[in-house]
């Protein structure tokens, strides 16, 4: 019923910065919390990022002062800016849309990030 399409992943160096960003379609929430996930190969899947409709932010600690969650609850849509890029956050990016009270959840396809060394 919502589709969340992912972009913005890509190939950078250390140091630089990329913003990634997934578009929910369907109809506009006013209840939400988005988050941003990233994955290696073989390894399991990490929180990274989460807001809520109101503006509260979490952080996972790898990218505190580096990464800066958003949302645009107009064009429902997240946004995630990776600043001072490092090889270790090369990863596959998720971002997961969670509606309220209901409590659905909704997947993005996943987009590469690539940190060059």
């Known amino acids: 019923q919502v589709q969340l399409t992912e972009s913005g992943g890509g190939l950078v160096q250390t140091g630089g910065s990329r913003r990634l960003s997934c578009a929910a379609s369907?109809?506009?929430?006013?209840?939400?919390?988005w988050a941003w996930y990233r994955q290696v190969p073989g390894g399991e899947r990490e929180l990274v990022a989460s807001?809520?409709?109101?503006?509260?932010?979490n952080y996972a600690d790898s990218v505190k002062g580096r990464f800066t969650i958003s949302s645009d609850s107009a064009r429902n849509t997240a946004y995630l800016q990776m600043n001072s890029l490092k090889p270790e956050d090369t990863a596959v990016y998720f971002c997961?849309?969670?509606?309220?009270?209901?409590?659905?959840?909704?997947w993005g396809q996943g987009t590469q990030v690539t940190v060059s060394s």
């Open positions: 997961k849309l969670t509606t309220y009270p209901g409590t659905d959840d909704y």
């Open positions: 369907g109809s506009a929430f006013s209840l939400l919390r």
């Open positions: 807001i809520l409709n109101f503006g509260h932010t």
